[in-house]
């Protein structure tokens, strides 16, 4: 530390400078003139991390206010529209996260250990979990879309557009798979045929009575009987839960707060994407080793901190009982 | 980048007298994209003194359409957007970043003993985002502007057809990312850059009131940024969580709003208040008065921002209960800022006070903080804000808060750093004539404000009845007298700048690190390690009048520390 | 509250085994692989609960599982079990932050609950006379309703 005063050497990090005047500073070409040691170096830039992600955790932390008080709210809606969403789906994306996490973590130990290949393997397979993870999210979200399942005044209005011919693809693709006919006034009986990927059957009839009181219910109050009884799959087809009474008032702030959140968390994804992608090109440049891995340690931990809310997302969202 | 920074050879080779800060490298990049956080500290004053400029021409036009009842010089739309800009301009352009931003920045690294701040670029960086917010705030100008007051209400803001509400959304939003990063940057400085022998309680005061501020900058401002960012996809997608027209809470919004905005009222004061601290010992010449305890209060200060953020919704259909919490916590905000307060008045007492400009801010600061904080307590008391809340009296009670104290506290810390920028000494005598010209000016707006306020003019009227007319001429006339003090405080600054006298070392006689330097200081802060005693021991001063400078006696300062030692 | 300065004992323990970075914590490969697997199966028990009903109860499960599997990750996946204590602080203070916003919040909204209207929003009815004037939606829960 007697070294306060001296060095005159460029404010780079990563670059060798020749007016370095510590012999700290010589040995490690990395360390800014600043600090003194690069334990020191280190200790600030993860302090720094740790401070940004208290920023993200925040960030995110209002919008789980919202989430705690839109759901205190509107109980009913939460527990109805949960099963709008694909609990498969969203397992699988967890688990994506999980192992991706794991190979982040993996990668750090590698940096840390100076094995340059199996680092940049460990990255690649993280970009990789990343974009499966959007890719997923791709189809959940486009599903939806298609379904009408959609924030604002949206979610009320019937995609006339879109509505003849996906029923008349579904009739077409399984024309035998359509229960009983319902009393429905708007729409041909409902298929129970998937769009997009595997599905399994969720659970039918999880959709609770409505918790609506009898009033303007109109022609729909006799179907507050019928939707425990019938096998409707609503999130498979487009805008079931306009035919569906048991619909509690208030829905479409689920979707509203759902998209909200995990909208962000799919930002942050990119964001994560692209620093991985900005780590491989270093790691492939050779700049990390046993002595400098800062930055893979700092994107680790922004990727871990998406994971840890993404945790958090998927009981809240998609596992309402 | 590093080719910029890198010096040139003669001043290397040269005098050291040559070698500070400001003739370190020259041009206009070396300034625009230097990393070194003496430069971005002046770079952010300029900035926040032109914005001061604006904001202030807006307040002036506000004030003199208030003259008479109806209309004066624009409609009531104008008028709507004037006390808008002026708002948000003064709020997120002016009074966040001035202290932390710009004196902090100077003076943090100088005072703690390091070369530079923990992270240099993110500092630049966040200088480039402050600009970034500024243009977009501009910007929203000449995009049909914004009527929605600086608070941002929901449902208004979202249903407002002008139309540059989303530009000044964003531009604040990134100026809140500007804070943080400023924020970040200055508590990780403090944990991981103190030379050997700066302990947390060696550290003086004003260092100890930036990280708290440091603290409600990072904690609080992601809170703004979502819900501004809530804001935007309200507008342009009506997602609806803050529409009550949707089945959304438009009181979350104030939640949220107030989460940041009240700490953020702490982000202003507390970093003022730390200004005073050391303005009050060095200029009194006398050890601070209960030095813990004033280091405590600013973090105790910095942890009930969060807890009282509800007293800004007792009319706003916040729950009974709530409002009976949030009344009680407020109230124990008063506790720390007295402390402080008793403080300072101690630290006065029988102190040998040089009455220069920094000490006349100083004392304006103490009374008008005074008068700030104890109207604060008629604001948080329930029953009493139902009758004042949306009157004049709120608008008098904040301006007494952040212009007469943060303001007011960051342009004594101009004056006191002034000569260890920039290197010259201003005219002693033009600067307290300013002084007091703005404390009296100050005095004849606000304070009318508080009649006008407690008879039930409210807030943002552009109309009002004929009886309240001769408070709002006294108030207007008050704001011209204020403008011409701060002219002239600009004059004194300009001469300064053109035709000052050399500045010594240490023109006040402080002990702390920044004036163990020279003025302006090298580029590397510190030539030879810097000795760290108690910086509020003034009895190791004195007056040299062959340098006209207070020389630091080493000796027996080291005496002094013994007791304690390095690690 | 983090030692800045220390740095020492950094460099004892690096000088300690040859292995070991300059700088920071060496988790081994079998620790990052047993959580992760710990995390996988946490998942697995998340989703099998959300089927067995027990009320209100529900959501605590969730919760608290989601709480174990956070912990899992900042202990092991972001080092803080061996990190400085500070850090530890930062980050369990920020979610104490949110915790303590999220309390108040909830508690205020649900105090006045009671006086919220509770039928379909008014632009959601709108919507629904316009667009889908004989969709059977719920549109009132109370007494409201004319």
């Known amino acids: 530390m007697s070294d306060v005063a001296t060095g005159h050497d460029s404010h780079g990090d990563a670059h060798g400078s020749g007016h370095a005047h510590s012999p700290e500073h010589a040995k490690y070409p990395f360390l800014a003139h600043h600090f003194d040691t690069p334990a020191q170096q280190f200790d600030s830039a993860k302090l720094g991390m740790w401070l940004f992600l208290a920023t993200e955790v925040l960030f995110f932390g209002a919008l789980f206010v919202a989430y705690a008080v839109l759901r205190s709210r509107f109980p009913e809606v939460f527990s109805y529209a949960s099963h709008y969403l694909d609990t498969t789906m969203g397992g699988i994306n967890t688990a994506v996260l999980i192992v991706s996490s794991l190979t982040m973590a993996l990668g750090v130990y590698f940096a840390q250990r100076g094995r340059k290949t199996a680092l940049l393997i460990c990255l690649w397979l993280t970009m990789a979990g990343a974009a499966g993870f959007l890719v997923i999210k791709y189809f959940e979200y486009e599903h939806k879309i298609h379904a009408n399942l959609v924030w604002g005044p949206g979610f009320y209005v019937p995609p006339h557009n879109t509505v003849g011919e996906l029923e008349a693809q579904q009739l077409a693709h399984a024309p035998a798979a359509a229960p009983a006919a319902l009393p429905v006034p708007m729409n041909p009986a409902p298929s129970a045929q998937p769009t997009i990927g595997a599905h399994p059957v969720v659970e039918g009839s999880a959709i609770k009575p409505a918790s609506a009181g009898p009033g303007g219910l109109g022609a729909g109050a006799v179907n507050s009987v019928l939707g425990e009884s019938h096998d409707i799959i609503p999130h498979q087809l487009p805008s079931a839960h306009l035919e569906d009474a048991a619909m509690p008032p208030n829905t479409h702030m689920f979707f509203a707060i759902y998209y909200a959140m995990t909208g962000l968390h799919g930002f942050h994804v990119i964001v994560g994407m692209v620093v991985i992608g900005i780590l491989i090109f270093r790691a492939h440049r050779g700049d990390f080793g046993p002595n400098y891995y800062t930055p893979v340690d700092l994107v680790g931990l922004y990727w871990h901190i998406v994971d840890l809310v993404w945790i958090f997302l998927f009981p809240l969202f998609y596992l309402i009982h | 980048m590093t080719t910029i920074d890198t010096p040139r050879q003669d001043v290397l080779d040269s005098a050291a007298e040559t070698d500070n800060y400001l003739t370190y490298t020259r041009g206009f990049l070396s300034w625009i994209l230097t990393l070194d956080h003496k430069r971005i500290g002046v770079m952010y004053m300029g900035s926040v003194l032109l914005s001061f400029l604006v904001g202030g021409t807006f307040a002036l036009l506000l004030r003199t359409e208030l003259l008479t009842p109806g209309r004066t010089i624009c409609s009531a739309e104008t008028y709507n957007q004037f006390f808008t800009l002026h708002g948000a301009i003064m709020v997120f352009l002016v009074i966040i970043p001035s202290i932390p931003a710009a004196l902090g920045n100077f003076v943090l690294p100088i005072m703690l003993g390091a070369k530079d701040v923990a992270f240099p670029r993110l500092n630049l960086f966040s200088y480039f985002l402050w600009l970034g917010g500024a243009a977009f705030t501009l910007y929203s100008l000449a995009a049909g502007g914004f009527d929605t007051g600086w608070t941002f209400y929901t449902p208004y803001s979202t249903t407002t057809t002008t139309g540059g509400v989303i530009p000044v959304l964003i531009g604040v939003f990134i100026l809140g990312f500007s804070s943080i990063f400023t924020g970040l940057n200055f508590i990780v400085t403090v944990h991981k850059l103190r030379p050997p022998g700066m302990t947390w309680f060696k550290m003086p005061l004003f260092l100890w009131a930036l990280y708290a501020t440091a603290i409600i900058q990072v904690l609080a401002t992601p809170v703004l940024a979502i819900t501004l960012c809530l804001l935007i996809v309200e507008r342009v997608l009506n997602i609806g969580i803050f529409n009550p027209s949707m089945g959304g809470d438009p009181v979350l919004y104030q939640h949220f709003f107030w989460f940041y905005s009240h700490p953020a009222v702490y982000i202003m004061i507390v970093p003022a208040m730390g200004i005073i601290s050391e303005i009050i010992a060095v200029h009194s010449h006398r050890q601070i008065f209960g030095y813990r305890y004033i280091a405590y209060s600013s973090i105790a200060i910095a942890m009930f921002s969060f807890i009282v953020w509800g007293h800004h919704m007792f009319t706003s259909g916040q729950s009974g209960l709530m409002n009976t919490i949030f009344s009680l916590i407020s109230f124990s905000v008063a506790i720390p800022s007295a402390v402080k307060t008793f403080n300072w008045t101690m630290t006065l007492y029988k102190g040998t006070i040089s009455l220069t400009a920094p000490m006349m801010y100083a004392l304006s600061f103490l009374f008008l903080f005074t008068i700030g904080g104890l109207t604060g307590i008629h604001l948080a008391t329930l029953n009493t804000d139902v009758h004042l809340h949306d009157t004049y009296f709120v608008v008098a009670h904040f301006h007494y808060v952040m212009m007469g104290s943060a303001l007011i506290g960051m342009i004594g810390g101009l004056h006191h750093w002034w000569p260890k920028m920039t290197g010259r000494m201003y005219n002693e005598k033009m600067a307290c004539t300013a002084c007091i010209i703005i404390f009296v000016g100050f005095n004849i707006t606000f304070f009318t404000q508080f009649m006008l306020g407690s008879q039930g003019m409210p807030r943002r009227y552009y109309d009002y009845l004929p009886e309240f007319q001769v408070y709002h001429v006294i108030s207007t006339i008050g704001s011209y007298i204020m403008a011409a003090g701060f002219f002239t405080s600009a004059i004194c600054f300009i001469q300064s700048l053109m035709s000052g006298p050399k500045a010594p070392s240490n023109p006040w006689g402080g002990v702390s690190l920044e004036w163990q330097c020279a003025s302006p200081p090298p580029h590397d802060n510190f030539k030879t390690p810097p000795h760290v005693g108690n910086c509020y021991d003034f009895s190791v001063v004195h007056w040299d009048e062959a340098t006209k400078n207070y020389i630091i006696d080493h000796k027996a300062e080291l005496a002094h520390v013994t007791g304690e030692g390095r690690r | ?146």
């Open chain 3, 1 to 146: 509250m983090s030692t800045p300065h220390s740095t020492a004992t950094h460099d004892a323990a690096a000088g300690s085994h040859a292995d070991h970075p300059l700088v920071g914590h060496l988790v081994p490969i079998s620790t990052l692989v047993a959580t992760a697997s710990a995390l996988l199966v946490l998942t697995f028990i998340t989703v099998a609960v959300r089927y067995i009903d027990i009320g209100e109860f529900n959501v605590w499960v969730a919760i608290g599982i989601a709480v174990v599997k956070a912990s899992l990750v900042a202990s092991f996946f972001m080092h803080l079990r061996w990190d400085r204590p500070f850090n530890l602080l930062v980050f369990v203070g920020c979610t104490a932050f949110v915790v303590l916003m999220m309390a108040f919040c909830v508690l205020d909204t649900s105090q006045y609950r009671a006086t919220q209207y509770t039928g379909n929003p008014p632009l959601a009815q709108e919507t629904l006379d316009a667009k889908a004037p004989a969709a059977p939606v719920a549109r009132f829960k109370t007494g409201l309703d004319p």
